[in-house]
Nanobody
Framework: QVQLVESGGGLVQAGGSLRLSCAAS????????MGWFRQSPGREREFVAT????????AYADSVKGRFTISRDNAKNTVDLQMISLKPEDTAVYYC??????????????????????WGQGTQVTVSS
């Protein structure tokens, strides 16, 4: 089991920034590729970003590319999502998720939530116009 707890959400004006953090506990954190997803009311859960076990490779949804940056610290068992130039359409509950993978350095673009075994409870991000 991996327990994930997100933090850092809040209310921000359009054009502003937020940094989300996800703290992991339980099994060895570095055994998992990590991802961030988001979900707004009436919509399916949407892939945002993913990072390899090593932290050296990342992949992003087109809608956030150039504005969001995913990073991880395997010594601290955390994965962060730095968000800049936020837009009202970024408003959603943001979830971090863990995906077991044998590959340490490469990252597979896995936008399907079913590929991820463990999820946090989510943190609300609201961007006002």
């Amino acid at each position: 089991q991996v327990q994930l707890v997100e933090s850092g959400g809040g209310l921000v004006q359009a054009g502003g920034s937020l940094r989300l953090s996800c703290a992991a506990s339980g099994r060895t954190f570095s055994n998992y590729a990590m991802g961030w997803f988001r979900q707004s009311p009436g919509r399916e859960r949407e892939f945002v970003a993913t990072i390899s076990r090593s932290g050296g490779n990342t992949a992003y949804a087109d809608s956030v590319k150039g504005r969001f940056t995913i990073s991880r610290d395997n010594a601290k068992n955390t994965v962060d999502l730095q968000m800049i130039s936020l837009k009202p359409e970024d408003t959603a509950v943001y979830y971090c998720a863990a995906r077991p993978t044998a590959s340490y350095s490469s990252v597979a673009y896995r936008p399907d939530p079913s590929a991820y075994d463990y999820w946090g409870q989510g943190t609300q991000v609201t961007v006002s116009s």
